[in-house]
């Protein structure tokens, strides 16, 4: 894709026209405007980015810096901050499974939608609010705590967000529990505890059940329950 040098009046505007097209800004519900798509998320800006156009990813906020990967049409991007430099607005941001952060241009990029078609803005407060127990809903779900162990029963609460963002926390019998972190529809990672990182995982959805391996436990937590849907 090939970039003009335009003055800063300009380049804003055709990132507008860019990255928040008419359909979005009409829809009250989840309206993207203007200065919003230079906030963090902490100042209400859009959570996530989908990548429509390849480009790559750069260590800084220039053309010629160096490049850390690339970023193809589909993918989505954890959003940081957007700011102009050289007459282009870059946005800093990182694969939201996790991976290196750095800067591409907002031009590639519009605002995301999640699984529930929703586009997640400002902070998630999912974590917060399982953290005090503020859940949404409680049930049972299939786990095993231990390497090799048969699949048992164990509680769970879901404090659900937006956008495909939701925190669960385990409980096993012995009281051992467990935060599961779910981003744009995905399981991504798991606090830390004695018996684990969180980070080494496997999770795969499959006829509506998020089968996921956290260490050396095991849940088996349906998709409805997670999202409501």
Sequence with gaps: MRFISLDLCTSIALVAALVVPSDLRAQS???????????PPSKGGVRRWEVVAGDVLRATAARDANIIASVSPGDILSNFRCRTEGAVLWCEVRPFRGGARGYVPAAVLVPARGPDGVIAMGRDDSDRRAKRRDFDVRAEIACA??????LGRCN???ARGTGGDATAVATFANGFARRLTFQ?????????TMSGTGTDIEWRL????????????????????????
């Design 184 to 192: 744009h529809g995905e399981f991504v990672f798991a606090d830390t």
């Design 145 to 150: 705590q231990e390497r090799g162990q048969t």
């Design 206 to 229: 499959e006829a509506g059940i998020h089968h996921l391996r956290v260490d050396d436990q095991r849940f088996d937590i349906p998709d409805a329950l997670l999202f409501g849907r």
């Design 29 to 39: 519900s989840d309206a993207v405007t203007l200065p919003d798509i230079a906030l």
């Design 156 to 158: 769970i609460g879901i």
